[in-house]
């Protein structure tokens, strides 16, 4: 490594050498000559000591080379090279043949003390090296100096002092404090007339003084002087310092289940004085807080210093924490966290259902538990909208309750409820800590037992009435009994017909419901009533009552209507009409139409004749194929026919109609 004769802030120191060291230092003189040849010329004008090593100046040629002469300086037992190019307007002069550029002024880095300076100029072609002698030099020492002057702990820390200059510069170096891990950079800036009296050199202002703020502990604080340019960093020695803690001290004890919420206790002191301290209690994860004083007297300490309160809390398990509050010097202190439980005293339990009971009414289940009863809980149900209500016991053991043991927690009891649906709700009363408590509400429906049916019909026949219906009974799968009353005389029927549309209204029901019998009777006007047998719960069930007059016979006509002299003509061609066909205008007339739909009159005077009337598929409710309840209509020689027979499908629903030869099937 080679350095220019550069300082920083101050000159070299210059070493003088004696008279003989002189001669030696700067070789022979040279005579001068045009030309040269053989070995190297040269001089060493210079060996000074400067901060960090040695400065060399001189100067060299040989003749036999126009390149630079190569110089070899060796200080102590460091060597460096260099070329001797530097501008020397007087060696020109001297030997014009060598040109102005063969100086070399070189400082070769070194170790501070005394060493040994060897200067060689490295021969080129013929001749040989040209070595001009050593020189002994003391190198001074660039690294900082300085003091650690004192070291005070304070409340809350530690204060560390001294001096420090460098004696490479005259502006403020740095002073590296080491602690707890991490490092504090300090500048020397400080006014210091004391050293400035000693070393007049460093100037006045090399003092340094750092206040550092630490946790209570025990520290080593190490100061190191920052190097700039030659020289090295300087360590002093470690400083030891123990920090006091002035933060309180103290315990959360524990927390317990209190009535109204979780009981805490524990104690806090702080060393900066003797009055109670405030603790704050706070509950994780919710918004409960509290501020407490340490003033009560607790078993081993010195001073009333515990404290003792219930924070409000609803059922559950918390995470209570403490933290004193801290006086004068020092931080809060957090006293610890502990875990506590407040059981949930209200009782509980359910309604798990409401269902129809075999012995008439509703039959509630459910189950019902209190952790401060020993017997079984009191439950009281209410019948929504209505006065019934009843209290019962949970006083048997669930199988379904879902209880964590085998307790008696179970309720079943019949509410007498005439048919129908209602809702059951019910409460749990309270034992000990907590409140009655609501378990919900069910519904549940109460089944009439007794049967359902109709009497659809009583027609007046050539033999008498026949009589048409259905009676179902949700006790029974088998028919049933109906009791036909006609005149006073009672005949029974059985109910075992089909009936495939009685399931569309009671799903329960079969399909063989119908009843279906003919009564023989005289002609007369009479009262039809029809009863259903009960079966099982339940009463008889009344189907009604209907007048039938049956008139005597006719005598027979010569001609009867029948499929060949009623209905649309042999012969007669027919238009397709495809969908309903509505007739909006008064004294219209249809004719010769096959009206694949439904036929809607909706004016008055309408003549419907020469026609077939089919309806269409998807019927989803009573309809008929024609329909009409205006005046003056007439239908003559018109076949009604369903295209798609149904139960629920009629030829004609309406008034003010004649009909003549209308086929109707």
């Not at 907590?434 to 109709?454: F, R």
């Not at 209509?633 to 295209?643: C, R």
Request: proline fraction near 6%.
């Amino acid at each position: 490594m080679l350095r220019l004769n550069r300082t920083r802030g101050r000159l070299p120191r210059v070493v003088t050498l004696t008279a003989a060291a002189a001669v030696l230092a700067l070789g022979a003189a040279a005579t001068p000559a045009g030309a040269a040849s053989g070995s190297p010329l040269g001089a060493v004008e210079s060996v000074t000591a400067v901060s960090g090593g040695v400065r060399v100046t001189g100067w060299a040629w040989d003749g036999d080379t126009t390149a630079a002469v190569t110089m070899s300086l060796t200080a102590g037992t460091v060597a460096v090279k260099a070329p001797a190019s530097g501008y020397r307007a007087d060696i020109a002069k001297l030997y014009p043949a060598a040109g102005s550029y063969r100086g070399f002024d070189v400082v070769v880095p070194t170790a501070p003390g005394s060493q040994s300076v060897c200067t060689t100029a490295l021969n080129v072609g013929a001749g040989s090296n040209k070595a001009f002698g050593c020189t002994t030099v003391t190198v001074p020492n660039s690294s900082p100096v300085g003091n650690t002057d004192g070291v005070t702990v304070t409340a809350t820390g530690v204060r560390i002092w001294g001096w420090a200059a460098d004696p490479d510069m005259t502006a403020p170096i740095t002073v590296r404090l080491a602690f707890a891990g991490t490092t504090r950079d300090v500048v020397a800036n400080l006014p210091r007339p004391d050293v400035q009296k000693a070393y007049p050199t460093y100037g006045g202002y090399t003092g340094w003084d750092s206040t550092i703020a630490l946790a209570p502990g025990s520290y080593q604080v190490c100061p190191t002087l920052l190097n700039v340019g030659p020289g090295s960093d300087r360590k002093f020695t470690c400083r030891a310092v123990t920090i006091a803690d002035h933060s309180p001290t103290g315990s959360l004890d524990g927390v317990a289940e209190a009535a109204g919420g979780l009981q805490v206790r524990g104690w806090a002191t702080d060393p900066d004085t003797t009055a109670p301290l405030s603790v704050r209690l706070a509950v994780t994860g919710t918004s409960v807080a509290q501020t407490v004083t340490a003033d009560r007297v607790v078993s081993g300490q010195a001073t009333a210093s515990g404290f003792d309160t219930v924070l409000p809390l609803t059922p559950g398990t918390y995470e209570v924490c403490a933290t004193a509050v801290n006086v004068s010097v020092g931080t809060d202190k957090a006293l610890g966290c502990a875990t506590g439980t407040v059981l949930d005293h209200n009782p509980s339990g359910a309604l798990q259902s409401a269902t129809d009971s075999a012995a008439g009414g509703l039959e509630v289940d459910g189950w019902a538990s209190d952790i401060d009863a020993t017997t079984g809980v009191s439950v009281r149900l209410a019948v929504t909208g209505t006065a019934v209500s009843a209290t019962v016991a949970a006083d048997t053991v669930s199988t379904t309750s879902l209880t964590a043991s085998a307790l008696p927690t179970a309720f079943s009891t019949v509410l007498a409820l005439a048919p129908g649906t209602y809702q059951v709700c019910g409460t749990a009363v309270n034992v000990g800590l907590g409140a009655d408590q609501a378990l919900g509400c069910t519904t549940g429906t109460v089944k009439d037992h007794s049967p359902v049916g109709s009497l659809d019909s009583a027609l007046a026949v050539s033999t008498g009435v026949r009589v048409q219906g259905f009676a179902a009974d949700p006790d029974t799968t088998s028919p049933l009994s109906v009791r036909v009353t006609v005149g006073g005389t009672t005949t029974t029927l059985a109910a075992g017909v089909s009936r495939s549309d009685v399931p569309y209204t009671y799903p329960w029901a079969g399909g063989s419901t119908g009843f279906d019998g003919v009564i023989a009777l005289s002609a007369g006007t009479y009262q039809v009533c029809a009863t259903a047998v009960n079966s099982g719960l339940g009463t008889d069930k009344a189907l009604g009552c209907t007048s039938v007059t049956i008139a005597a016979p006719a005598p027979a006509p010569s001609t009867l209507p029948g499929p060949t002299n009623t209905g649309v003509p042999a012969g007669t061609t027919l238009t397709v009409w495809n969908g309903d066909y509505t007739v909006t205008t008064p004294g219209a007339v249809i004719s010769n139409l096959d009206i694949r739909g439904y036929l809607r009159i909706k004016a008055d005077n309408v003549t419907v004749k020469n026609t077939i009337v089919r309806g269409r598929d998807g019927l989803t409710t009573s309809m008929s194929l024609v329909q009409s309840t205006q005046v003056g209509v007439k239908i003559i020689d018109t076949e009604l026919v369903a295209a798609y027979p149904s139960y629920w499908i009629d030829g004609f629903v309406g008034n003010n109609v004649t009909f003549t030869r209308v086929n109707v099937h």
